[in-house]
């Protein structure tokens, strides 16, 4: 069926009391590991006369009846709901509600999310938000407040449809956001159309050089996928893994290929992924705060991996930042690469014990890692040992860790020097924080006094 239906607010209003609104998820995979990291809620209407009835359909005339706020609300409670039904079966997978221009001028919109995460008992990482930037010109200054109240609360947003509108490079910088997806019209046909891969190129150079994440949409064939392998790509959409579809469908396909990673076209087997911190908001909030993600190389941070790395004997070592999706190195020796998945982070796993480090003595006979792509394949990794980067009010970003590709020992003189150095270098993230907030301005009296003294 195509165009927009002639409805009345009645009649979705109905069609929603009547269970015929229904949602369906797809999923958005990481292009590395081949494992889905979320998923996107998609409404469709189960018309009775009409048949399925998809969302470009109907949506226009909510909008204009002014339905809009109540199918928001009812695709949000179906979401979390659903959120929660998996993590109750082991399945991590955040939903992404798509928000209309209505709801992002709505001061009471970040309370309302808030409830319906409480409601179902879900942390605030359950419900993913997206946003286009059309909806955010409808009213920008009321749009920006409600975004900045969602991203102060821990939820994290996205740009949907990246590149379809006229001010998308004004408002990337400014938005809260930390997931751009480029729009499909620009992915369908990257492979074959030269100034669609430069523009696909082009917008993963911007969004990673902003310090935010790219989600690919319409990828549909292996070809476009080993492309945006190559230019650098999150994460992917679209038909290629799997069309929109019923909870129990997406629920059959993930637990088919949720823990099966697959490396270069070869299943590597199963691992342990790590499970995340209860505090994961306030902790991806202190990771935001320090804006260190995606920076450039600074001596500091090199020379005191160099140092880490000489004091324990190891050829590889890292200054590694774990945010939602990713760890990211800030510094690195004898690493080749500048970020992995989070799937496969020996650090996501140390995190969960700030107070401890993560000692692991030969990967190969330890099963949360034995099958991990970065212990059977390039840089064969043996041997771990990592420090978590503790802030202040006790949330870990990260690690400082020691690698080996052989299994060996530290002894307790040397643990104790790769402790003092995290320590050192989350010092330095404060001392840095805090010096940005005092040229602009924001600084209490007190971290004056001690930048002033410092």
């Known amino acids: 069926m195509q165009g927009d239906l002639k409805v009345e607010a009645a009649e979705l209003r109905n069609a929603i009391a009547a269970g015929q609104i229904i949602v369906y998820y797809q999923p958005k995979v990481g292009l590395f590991?081949?494992?889905?990291?979320?998923?996107?809620?998609?409404?469709?209407?189960?018309?009775?006369?009409?048949?399925?009835v998809f969302p470009d359909d109907f949506i226009p005339a909510a909008e204009r009846s002014g339905v809009m706020t109540e199918l928001t609300d009812f695709v949000l409670d179906q979401a979390a709901g659903q959120y929660a039904q998996w993590q109750a079966n082991g399945i991590d997978l955040p939903v992404a509600v798509n928000l209309s221009a209505s709801s992002l001028v709505n001061a009471a919109l970040p309370d309302k999310i808030t409830a319906v995460c409480n409601r179902h008992g879900i942390s605030h990482r359950g419900l993913a938000l997206e946003i286009t930037e059309t909806s955010v010109m409808a009213d920008s200054k009321a749009a920006v407040?409600?975004?900045?109240?969602?991203?102060?609360?821990?939820?994290?947003?996205?740009?949907?449809?990246?590149?379809?509108?006229?001010?998308?490079?004004?408002?990337?910088?400014?938005?809260?956001?930390s997931v751009v997806k480029i729009d499909k019209s620009f992915v369908l046909d990257v492979v074959d159309n030269d100034a669609d891969a430069h523009i696909v190129?082009?917008?993963?150079?911007?969004?990673?050089?902003?310090?935010?994440?790219?989600?690919?949409?319409?990828?549909?064939?292996?070809?476009?996928l080993d492309l945006l392998l190559l230019m650098g790509c999150d994460q992917g959409q679209g038909y290629h893994w799997s069309r929109p579809v019923p909870a129990a469908e997406l629920t059959a396909w993930v637990t088919k290929h949720q823990h099966v990673i697959t490396v270069a076209?070869?299943?590597?087997?199963?691992?342990?992924?790590?499970?995340?911190?209860?505090?994961?908001?306030?902790?991806?909030?202190?990771?935001?705060?320090?804006?260190?993600?995606?920076?450039?190389?600074?001596?500091?941070?090199?020379?005191?991996?160099?140092?880490?790395?000489?004091?324990?004997?190891?050829?590889?070592s890292a200054v590694s930042l774990v945010d939602a999706e990713r760890q990211w190195f800030k510094a690195r020796v004898g690493l080749k690469v500048a970020e992995t998945?989070?799937?496969?982070?020996?650090?996501?796993?140390?995190?969960?014990?700030?107070?401890?480090?993560?000692?692991?003595?030969?990967?190969?006979?330890?099963?949360?890692?034995?099958?991990?792509?970065?212990?059977?394949?390039?840089?064969?990794?043996?041997f771990y040992?990592?420090?978590?980067?503790?802030?202040?009010?006790?949330?870990?970003?990260?690690?400082?860790?020691?690698?080996?590709?052989?299994?060996?020992?530290?002894?307790?003189?040397?643990?104790?020097?790769?402790?003092?150095?995290?320590?050192?270098v989350i010092a330095i993230f404060e001392a840095k924080q805090q010096l940005a907030e005092l040229a602009q301005g924001r600084a209490t009296p007190g971290q004056r006094e001690l930048c002033l003294a410092s």
């Open 385 to 424: 040992a990592g420090a978590s980067l503790v802030a202040p009010d006790g949330s870990a970003v990260g690690t400082l860790c020691v690698i080996d590709s052989k299994p060996r020992r530290l002894s307790v003189a040397q643990l104790k020097v790769l402790r003092q150095l995290a320590a050192h």
């Open 201 to 224: 190129h082009g917008i993963i150079e911007l969004v990673h050089g902003l310090g935010k994440h790219v989600v690919a949409e319409g990828v549909e064939s292996q070809e476009a």
């Open 341 to 382: 998945t989070r799937d496969l982070a020996f650090c996501a796993h140390t995190i969960m014990d700030p107070t401890h480090l993560l000692v692991v003595n030969d990967a190969t006979t330890d099963e949360r890692f034995a099958a991990n792509p970065l212990v059977t394949g390039d840089p064969n990794i043996r």
């Open 33 to 52: 590991t081949g494992q889905a990291l979320g998923v996107e809620a998609l409404v469709r209407w189960q018309h009775p006369k009409r048949g399925l």
């Open 145 to 177: 407040a409600v975004l900045a109240a969602l991203a102060e609360r821990g939820f994290v947003m996205a740009i949907d449809d990246f590149g379809t509108g006229f001010s998308s490079l004004a408002y990337l910088a400014k938005l809260p956001v």
């Open 265 to 316: 076209g070869h299943e590597t087997g199963m691992f342990t992924r790590a499970p995340i911190p209860a505090n994961e908001a306030k902790r991806l909030a202190v990771l935001q705060r320090y804006r260190i993600l995606d920076t450039a190389c600074e001596a500091i941070f090199d020379e005191i991996a160099a140092v880490a790395a000489k004091v324990c004997g190891t050829p590889m």
